[in-house]
């Protein structure tokens, strides 16, 4: 839909309130449980939903007269506030992170999440980017391929420089390592919200509304540095003081070019599942091959101009699509 300048600007507001200002107060909790050594992934976990939520709740109050995937999107938002409350009592109760809750979170709110998507109607799935759309989408497996190819290379290469290409090797021929992505494969959809909850918020909603004033191109480079931005309270508790600098620039390299290419991917597909699951590859892929996934090991500028690099040659072409130069797409 085209927003009038007072629509727009509600949901911009409603949209920074809840994926930016939850998370980033929400940090003071767990800027505390780092300092007592607490497991601080539960904050993660939880900011990834936040993207999404603040874009559902942000539709919801604006079109509020529009017929909607109710039951999903509600799901989603107490799913969403959970998590809020779940990661804040982590601080005083250690054993929520990592235990039996996150777990309960994550598979039972995917599974009560799949079940509310199938329940919606078909049309409605689809006029709010929840659908397969297989008309767009018939060969999803080439972008599959070739982000599982970028994943390769920077691996290798990230190996070779740190002179560790024989242990990654090893990984690679090992029978475990095949069925480690099988595993992650069925994996995804045990825990896929918290990928939708970023890829929801940023590819459709916030995407789309960014190129309709400044265009695809454009709007895609500005997501990737509001997308870097919105990182920053876990620079300050995964990296050390020496390593923020590098660290932030580093993510900045990264969402840029994740950016520019999940972006020309939901633009070609207008398939937010794709996306999602790009998204879970990155993630799943470093999980697998632990600290050979890339060369953080060594954080300096190096590792910088080398992630500038490989991203460029691999991800950040497609920026002179033609896609880029065509119309807003249908994302809201």
């Given at each position: 839909m085209k927003h009038t300048p007072d629509?727009?600007?509600?949901?911009?507001?409603?949209?920074?309130?809840?994926?930016?200002?939850?998370?980033?107060?929400?940090?003071?909790?767990?800027?505390?449980?780092?300092?007592?050594?607490?497991?601080?992934?539960?904050?993660?976990?939880?900011?990834?939903?936040?993207?999404?939520?603040?874009?559902?709740?942000?539709?919801?109050?604006?079109?509020?007269?529009?017929i909607m995937p109710r039951k999903y999107f509600i799901c989603f938002l107490v799913l969403s506030f959970l998590w809020l409350i779940s990661s804040l009592l982590s601080t005083f109760f250690p054993n929520i992170s990592g235990g039996a809750i996150e777990n309960v979170l994550t598979v039972g709110g995917s599974i009560l999440l799949?079940?509310?998507?199938?329940?919606?109607?078909?049309?409605?799935?689809?006029?709010?980017?929840?659908?397969?759309?297989?008309?767009?989408?018939?060969?999803?497996?080439?972008?599959?391929?070739?982000f599982a190819g970028f994943l390769m290379i920077?691996?290798?290469?990230?190996?070779?420089?740190?002179?560790?290409?024989?242990?990654?090797?090893?990984?690679?021929?090992?029978?475990?390592?095949?069925?480690?992505?099988?595993?992650?494969f069925f994996i995804f959809f045990l825990s896929f919200t918290a990928y939708f909850g970023e890829e929801y918020g940023w590819r459709y909603f916030l995407q789309s509304l960014i190129s309709e004033k400044f265009g695809k191109r454009k709007g895609c480079i500005i997501l990737g540095v509001i997308w870097t931005f919105w990182?920053?309270?876990?620079?300050?508790?995964?990296?050390?003081?020496?390593e923020i600098v590098f660290n932030i620039v580093g993510q900045l390299v990264t969402c840029m070019s994740f950016a520019i290419f999940f972006g020309y991917v939901f633009i070609k597909?207008?398939?937010?599942?794709?996306?999602?699951?790009?998204?879970?590859?990155?993630?799943s892929f470093s999980t697998i091959i632990g600290e050979l996934s890339d060369p953080t090991l060594d954080v300096s500028w190096e590792f910088v101009w080398f992630t500038l690099a490989v991203n460029s040659i691999c991800l950040m072409p497609v920026i002179f699509s033609k896609s880029f130069s065509k119309n807003p797409g249908k994302g809201i």
């Open positions: 629509s727009y600007e509600k949901e911009i507001v409603i949209f920074v309130s809840i994926s930016f200002l939850v998370p980033f107060c929400a940090s003071i909790f767990m800027w505390i449980s780092y300092l007592h050594g607490g497991d601080i992934s539960i904050f993660s976990l939880a900011q990834m939903h936040y993207p999404a939520a603040g874009a559902i709740l942000a539709m919801m109050i604006v079109r509020k007269g529009s799949w079940i509310m998507l199938v329940l919606e109607k078909s049309e409605v799935r689809k006029s709010w980017g929840l659908n397969y759309n297989i008309e767009k989408c018939k060969y999803p497996i080439k972008y599959v391929f070739w920077r691996s290798i290469l990230g190996a070779i420089w740190q002179g560790r290409f024989p242990e990654l090797i090893k990984i690679f021929t090992v029978p475990q390592f095949t069925i480690n992505i099988l595993i992650y990182h920053l309270p876990l620079y300050f508790t995964y990296s050390t003081p020496q597909t207008e398939n937010i599942w794709i996306v999602s699951f790009l998204h879970a590859m990155n993630n």
